[in-house]
């Protein structure tokens, strides 16, 4: 049983049929927050076409709390797929990061940073 099986539903600060969302436990900006899917699956490309589809509808809900609550600057949204892309917890999630003007140095390159001397070009 993963990780996110285990959180209880009072956690949850969204969901629907196929999904819910909870805050992530180590943020990286205030807000920070993982959709993930209910059926324990390792990778975004095991998800159905109606799990992405609702995955994606609460990316869009979670975004809209977001919005009112932290008022961000933009969005980095995405996913870690397998250990080489530093996926920690094997069970398939989007992170819903909000980002905010001045939060890092140069912000150029967003998620390409995810490889070490690869983000300018």
Do not use: C
Not at 32 to 55: C, G, N, Q, Y
Not at 93 to 120: E, K, L, T, W, Y
């Amino acid at each position: 049983m993963s990780v996110f099986e285990q959180v209880p539903r009072e956690k949850w600060v969204t969901h629907n049929a196929l999904t819910f969302a909870i805050r992530d436990a180590h943020p990286v900006s205030p807000g920070h927050t993982l959709v993930i899917p209910k059926r324990p699956i390792v990778s975004w490309f095991e998800a159905t076409a109606d799990e992405i589809a609702a995955m994606t509808e609460l990316v869009t809900a979670v975004k809209g709390q977001l919005d009112n609550d932290h008022h961000p600057d933009g969005y980095n949204v995405g996913f870690n797929d397998g250990a080489a892309a530093g996926q920690t917890v094997f069970h398939a999630h989007m992170h819903v990061i909000p980002r905010f003007d001045g939060d890092v140095a140069s912000p150029a390159g967003g998620v390409r940073h995810a490889v070490i001397g690869r983000g300018h070009y």
